[in-house]
């Protein structure tokens, strides 16, 4: 049983760039979450795919944006980068209905 | 909405001390709880859940009991050791609807020889 993966584990970009992070969910698993962790805060909630359709979000701007794939992969995409989108994102497996998600390492995104 | 209050550090123990994080959370419905742990450097790991009222999660010598009377889940180990050394986050998931999970602010625990 492979775990969650993320590539890439760090990256540095310019503001107002866009960038692309992607995610391999746990094997088995057919819902995808993504977290944003500033430094020193816990991880907050952007949004959930499931069936390749978003179906929650948290407080994040629509410059934030997501696909999920028929293989359950899925991927974060940020448009105009701004200096506080520098954080850990962290994306999360699980299988809904199931309340207990399961993490990838995380990629760093430096916006400067 | 649902929220998760956890005493902030850093809290610093000598190795075999006795270790207790405190955790309350405010939920609209009937959640399950986590205490989740991350390494240095490292993403999350799940240490440990509970998923209804006196249920007791434990791992790697690590408890915590889900009381709903108080809201709580504290998270304590009789005898921590260097090798735990991390920040620890209390975190809560809804049942209803997409299970979005919130978590706490992270306490970091740093245990010297």
């Known amino acids: ?112 | 909405g649902n929220s998760v209050t956890q005493m902030e550090g850093p809290v610093t123990l000598s190795e075999e001390a006795f270790l207790t994080i405190n955790c309350t959370y405010t939920a609209t419905g009937y959640p399950s709880l986590f205490w989740y742990v991350q390494y240095p450097g490292e993403g999350l790991q799940l240490l440990l859940k509970a998923t209804k009222a006196d249920d007791k999660g434990s791992n790697k010598g690590f408890e915590a009991t889900y009381r709903k009377e108080t809201t709580s889940f504290h998270l304590e180990k009789g005898s921590v050791q260097v090798s735990d050394s991390a920040v620890y986050f209390c975190a809560l998931s809804d049942r209803r609807g997409y299970q979005k999970v919130t978590f706490g602010i992270g306490t970091k625990l740093q245990v010297i020889p």
């Open chain 1, 1 to 112: 049983e492979t775990g969650v993966t993320q590539s890439p584990t760090h990256l540095i970009k310019t503001r107002g760039q866009q960038v692309t992070l992607r995610c391999s969910s746990q094997s088995g698993h057919n819902t995808v979450s993504w977290y944003q962790q500033a430094l020193g805060q816990g991880p907050q909630f952007i949004f959930q795919y499931y069936r390749e359709e978003e179906n929650g979000r948290g407080n994040f701007p629509p410059r934030f944006s997501g696909l999920q794939f028929p293989n359950y992969s899925s991927e974060l995409n940020v448009n105009a980068l701004e200096l506080d989108d520098s954080a850990l994102y962290l994306c999360a497996s699980s299988f809904q209905g199931n309340t207990e998600a399961f993490f990838g390492q995380g990629t760093r995104l430096t916006v400067v």
